[in-house]
């Protein structure tokens, strides 16, 4: 980062922020310690802004501090914490602090500036869908582990309410253990009382009331005493009651999530996979972003979804590992969209298949399948063209040689 005179490194924290400003020669202009704050913040960038030529370091690319800097035209670049961990030996009489790290991060921009790529701006849908999908995600694997604490409690002392219906969170199941946490509450439980449970909670209907009362039955008889009984059932009560207003709320986000994504450009290009969805389509969307510059190549795009395998190679000894280095959400919505087409798209399942016969895994297969959707998801992205099969070329070309 030739082009720059100031380097200034960021310690971000709850309550404070330590800042560190070098000049090009690595000689300290600037210490100060701020308040997570609004004077704070408004503090800080009067500070920054009266350094001319200043690019800012700081180890996440996100926040209420980010932000503001972006928006007060500063140059941020984010540095990772594994990469400042890296670099820790070099600076290894200075300790750990929250000043000597804000220096750590402001020397390594200063040397290794060329290496980092500076944050760009969002656009506010991206950035509004970027907020719906990522708590969705975290509120759904928020609804499995309740659901599975919830399954493993009535398996403890009611295995038949765990077994009834196929899905522990679904309403009716939720609806079914809050009416009868305990053994003793369906004692004069029959087909009669079931049939009238079920319509009123409007059942689909997909097994008949004899199956399900049969299942309720033929289940192991829990060993609880009474008052162990009464406190699960109370558990039990609690957690539905929990999961029933969760899985609500994630109905009305997923809605909300769906009618979003389909009303963005880059929304409906993602979209037009095979068999992409529109949850799956706004993971995707939520993490490629706005801003075509981040990822130039397909290159780069398949290293930030994790899909491409890392190579170490020196003299006679060559290594190929997997990269855990990647953006997480990214790798998981791409290899859900590759898992899902290949089961009707046939160049995908070819793909996969071939994959397989040379012995790869299933998870291994899927990465190689996404790999190659990421060469024409990169391309239909960046040029802004919904995905069409005819400009498929190795779809195609499979489809000429079975056809």
């Known amino acids: 980062m030739t082009s720059f005179s100031y380097f200034a490194g960021i310690d971000w924290a709850s309550q404070s922020h330590s800042v560190c400003v070098l000049d090009a020669a690595g000689r300290v202009e600037l210490r100060l310690e701020i308040a997570h704050s609004q004077e704070g913040i408004e503090r800080l960038i009067r500070q920054l802004k009266s350094f001319t030529g200043i690019v800012i370091a700081i180890e996440r690319p996100s926040g209420l501090l980010v932000d503001a800097l972006v928006e007060a035209g500063l140059r941020v670049v984010p540095i990772h914490p594994n990469v400042l961990k890296a670099s820790r030996s070099r600076y290894r009489g200075a300790g750990k602090s929250d000043p000597g790290d804000a220096y750590m991060l402001a020397d390594v921009l200063r ?14 849908e991206i950035r509004a869908l970027r907020a719906l999908v990522r708590t969705r995600d975290d509120l759904v694997a928020e609804r499995v582990a309740l659901a599975n604490q919830l399954r493993s409690l009535l398996e ?9 219906f196929s899905e522990i969170d679904s309403p009716i199941a939720l609806a079914f253990v809050a009416r009868y946490p305990t053994p003793d509450s369906t004692t004069r439980l029959g087909e009669k009382r079931l049939s009238g449970f079920l319509a009123q909670h409007s059942y689909c209907g997909r097994r008949p009331v004899g199956v399900l009362l049969e299942r309720l039955r ?5 060993r609880a005493g009474e008052l162990e009984a009464e406190a699960k059932g109370e558990l039990v009560r609690s957690l539905a009651s929990i999961l029933e207003r969760l899985v609500a709320e994630l109905a009305k986000l997923t809605a909300r999530i769906e009618h979003t994504v389909a009303s963005l450009a880059d929304g409906q290009i993602v979209m037009s996979f095979p068999r992409s969805g529109r949850i799956c389509a706004a993971q995707i969307l939520a993490e490629l972003g706005s801003v075509r510059e981040r990822f130039p190549n397909e290159a780069q795009l398949a290293a930030e979804a994790g899909v491409t395998p890392v190579t170490y190679e ?3 000894h060559r290594s190929v590992v997997f990269r855990f280095a990647c953006n997480h959400r990214l790798r998981r919505a791409i290899t859900c969209l590759a898992d899902q087409t290949r089961h009707a798209h046939p160049w995908a399942a070819d793909v996969y298949q071939r994959a397989r016969s ?4 299933h998870p291994h297969a899927i990465r190689i399948l996404a790999r190659a959707w990421v060469r024409v998801l990169w391309r239909a992205w960046f040029t802004r063209t919904p995905y069409q099969p005819h400009l498929h070329r190795s779809a195609a070309a499979f489809t000429a040689t079975t056809g």
């Open 358 to 361: 040379r012995g790869c895994d």
């Open 111 to 124: 040397t290794d500036g060329h290496r980092f790529r500076a944050l760009e701006p969002q656009s506010d």
């Open 218 to 222: 033929v289940a192991p008889t829990g």
């Open 156 to 164: 403890s002392f009611w295995p038949g309410a765990a077994e009834i």
């Open 314 to 316: 020196s003299g006679k």
